[in-house]
């Protein structure tokens, strides 16, 4: 694990955005269930630890991608990290629902952009990855250019970097799940029992608690 991941897997930790219920677990995105769910919507509420976050982010954005015109955030726990890295590298912001506003404009993507933008895409985590690379889709077929894709956390399914891989976008995550689960067996916050289930259920999250 790299300095830089174990911190901001320190700061989830530190602001309790990870959540352990086994016995009841929790429903994804996918509708895969788990015992573990990463709620980085409640970084927001800490200032501090928020602008550490936001600070790994605007790094990694600027390094990985020093040519982004606009960053787009993906609805809605992606929206104010990609608004906050915005605002501090003074560049331009979209962002993405998952599908048009049903009264109002009708958009889907919200702000302006230009077709030929070479974009960014904020997202707060992925588990499959389906919900930012559709927000990829959207944003390529309104004519702009997706450079790639950062996130703060990243569960590493094998799915997920299959996905990216075959849709060509390049992606970086702040921290991931091996990094979090070894820091937190470090601090006691999961106990042994614990992450011999965790170990377990990563194996193979898509048919955990259905037989
Ligand atoms: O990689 P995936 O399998 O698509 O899962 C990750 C997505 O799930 C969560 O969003 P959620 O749909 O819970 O909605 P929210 O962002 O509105 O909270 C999360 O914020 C990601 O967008
Ligand atoms: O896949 C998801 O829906 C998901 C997993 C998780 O840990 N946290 C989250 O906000 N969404």
Not at 151 to 175: H, M, R
């Amino acid at each position: 694990m790299s300095s830089n991941e174990k911190a901001v897997a320190e700061k989830l930790l530190q602001s309790n955005a990870i959540k352990l219920n086994p016995a009841q677990p929790f429903t994804w995105a996918s509708g895969w269930k788990s015992p573990i769910y990463c709620d980085n919507r409640r970084v927001l509420s800490f200032p501090f630890i928020r602008d550490f976050v936001k600070s790994e982010m605007c790094n990694v954005i600027f390094q990985q991608f020093p040519d982004a015109e606009l960053l787009a955030g993906v609805a809605t726990a992606g929206i104010p990290w990609g608004a906050m890295a915005a605002d501090q590298l003074k560049l331009p912001y979209i962002y993405v629902r998952p599908k048009p506003k049903e009264h109002g404009l009708g958009n889907q993507i919200e702000g302006y952009f230009e077709a030929g933008q070479k974009v960014v895409v904020i997202e707060d985590l992925i588990s499959t990855g389906k919900s930012s690379l559709q927000v990829v889709d959207v944003i390529k077929a309104a004519g702009m250019e997706v450079m790639g894709m950062v996130s703060i956390f990243n569960y590493g399914f094998p799915v997920a970097a299959q996905n990216f891989e075959k849709a060509g976008v390049p992606y970086v995550s702040l921290t991931n799940y091996g990094t979090l689960i070894e820091l937190a067996v470090e601090k006691g916050i999961v106990s042994a029992d614990q992450h011999d289930l965790l170990m377990e259920w990563r194996k193979d999250p898509s048919t955990w608690m259905k037989s």
